[in-house]
C-alpha cells in the first residue's frame, strides 16, 4: 500500500476472517482467562487490550510506512506528552520546550522543576530552541505550533539535538501523520492528541505516543501502566473505525483552510492571519519542503480589533461553533485570549475548519465579519 487513504483505510486490521467483522467490536474486560504462568498478550486491564492493539498497530503504520514504529495509545494527549516527559527526564535533567505551544505545557513546566528538571524555553520561529540545547536530556517541538502556526526545521533541529545527546520529540496533533512525519524526519518520538483531526469527530479523547525504538516504547508503556493512564476499549475502537476517513478529512479540511486564509488576507481588520498553507506565510517555504504537498493543516489564525469585536464576529458565525479543540468534521473557532493560558491578543481567533463545502464557509465568515464590522461602526463614541 503506497497512498495514505488507502493506508488509512487498512491501517490495523486483522487478517479477514470468515463471518467476522472487518473491525471487530472493542473488548471490554479487565482480566482474562491466566491458566499456569503469568505470560501472554493479555493478562490484565491495565497491561493490554486487542482493542488497543489494533489501534497502536494503525496508528503506527500511518506514522511510519516505511519502517516499524512501535505506538502506545492514551486517555488523552496529555497523558501521552507528560508520559514521553517523566517517563525520560530525571531530577537534574535539562529539557528545551516551546515557548509557544500548547497552553498547559507552563503547567507541566512547574511540575518538572518540583522534580528538580531544568526547564528552558525558546519560540518554535527561526529554529530559536537550537540557542538553549547544550547539556538537554530532550527536546520538545510543536511544528506547527498552536495556537500561533509557526514552524521549524524539524530535521535541523533533531540533527542538532542528536549531535548534542539529546532525545527529540514532536508534537504531531495539528500536521496528522498525514500531514507530516516527525520520525521520518530525525525525531525520535512522534507525540499527539488524538481528540484533534487524528479522530475528528469529537466524541473522543484520545492521545498517542509513536517511536522506532523499542526500549523508549516500554518506558512509555511501563509510565502508562505505573500511572494508570489507559485509554477506554469503545474510545480505542471509535478511534480506529475513525482512521478511515482521515485523508477524506485532511484533503478537504486543508483545501477549506487555504480558501478561508486566501479570502481574509482581503480583510483590512484582519491582522496577524497565519495558515502554512498560505503563499504570503512567514512559514509556508519552510512547510512545503517538510509537510507533505497541500496538507498543511486545518487551523488559521487571526487577530480582530479588540476582545468585543471578536466576540462579535464569533456570535454572528451560522456554521461555525464557537468552542475549544480543532480538528473536527464541523468548524470551530474560539477567542484564545478567554482562557488567559497563551500569550495572544485579546481578538486573535483560532479557527479550526471543518468539512464543509468551502465556498459556504468563507461566505459565512465573510458575512459574520461584516457583521461585526457594521455593529462596531453603529456603536456611538463615548
Not at 73 to 85: E, Q
Not at 182 to 204: M, R
Request: glycine share 10%; aromatic share 6%; charged share 20%.
Amino acid at each position: 500500500m503506497t497512498g495514505d487513504g488507502t493506508r488509512a483505510v487498512r491501517a490495523g486490521l486483522p487478517e479477514p476472517e470468515a463471518y467476522e467483522p472487518t473491525l471487530p467490536g472493542p473488548v471490554f474486560a479487565a482480566h482474562y482467562h491466566l491458566p499456569g504462568d503469568a505470560a501472554g498478550p493479555y493478562t490484565y486491564g491495565r497491561d493490554a487490550n486487542p482493542t488497543w492493539t489494533r489501534l497502536e498497530a494503525a496508528i503506527g503504520e500511518l506514522e511510519s510506512p516505511d519502517g516499524s514504529a512501535h505506538t502506545v495509545a492514551f486517555a488523552s494527549g496529555m497523558a501521552a506528552i507528560t508520559a514521553v516527559l517523566f517517563s525520560q527526564l530525571r531530577s537534574g535533567d535539562a529539557v528545551v520546550l516551546p515557548s509557544d505551544g500548547y497552553q498547559l505545557l507552563p503547567a507541566v513546566r512547574t511540575r518538572l522543576e518540583s522534580y528538580g528538571i531544568e526547564v528552558r524555553t525558546a519560540p518554535t520561529a527561526d529554529d530559536a530552541q537550537l540557542g538553549v540545547l547544550d547539556g538537554a536530556r530532550l527536546l520538545w517541538i510543536e511544528s506547527p505550533s498552536n495556537p500561533g502556526l509557526d514552524v521549524c526545521d524539524i530535521r535541523r533541529l533533531a540533527d542538532a539535538a542528536h549531535a548534542r545527546g539529546a532525545l527529540v520529540a514532536v508534537d504531531n496533533t495539528l500536521a496528522t501523520p498525514l500531514g507530516q512525519r516527525p520520525l521520518d524526519l530525525g525525531a525520535d518520538f512522534s507525540v499527539a492528541s488524538g481528540t484533534k483531526a487524528l479522530t475528528g469527530h469529537g466524541d473522543v479523547l484520545l492521545g498517542y505516543a509513536s517511536t522506532r525504538d523499542a526500549a523508549l516504547a516500554d518506558g512509555v508503556r511501563l509510565w502508562r501502566k505505573t500511572v494508570g493512564a489507559i485509554p477506554g476499549p469503545m474510545e480505542s475502537w471509535l478511534a480506529h473505525r475513525s482512521l478511515a476517513t482521515l485523508a477524506l478529512r485532511v484533503r478537504q479540511q486543508a483545501t477549506g483552510a487555504l480558501a478561508l486564509a486566501t479570502a481574509l488576507a482581503e480583510r483590512p481588520e484582519v491582522t496577524g492571519l497565519r495558515h502554512p498553507g498560505l503563499p504570503s506565510d512567514p512559514s509556508h517555504p519552510l512547510a512545503v519542503r517538510q509537510m507533505r504537498a497541500g496538507r498543511f493543516g486545518c487551523v488559521v489564525s487571526f487577530t480582530l480589533p479588540d476582545q468585543a469585536y471578536a466576540e462579535r464576529f464569533l456570535a454572528a458565525l451560522t456554521l461555525v461553533d464557537d468552542a475549544t479543540s480543532f480538528g473536527g468534521v464541523r468548524s470551530t473557532a474560539e477567542r484564545r485570549g478567554r482562557w488567559g493560558g497563551d500569550d495572544v491578543p485579546e481578538g486573535f481567533i483560532r479557527f479550526s475548519v471543518g468539512v464543509e463545502e468551502p465556498e459556504d464557509l468563507v461566505a459565512d465568515v465573510l458575512r459574520a465579519l461584516d457583521a461585526a464590522s457594521t455593529d462596531h461602526h453603529a456603536r456611538p463614541a463615548v
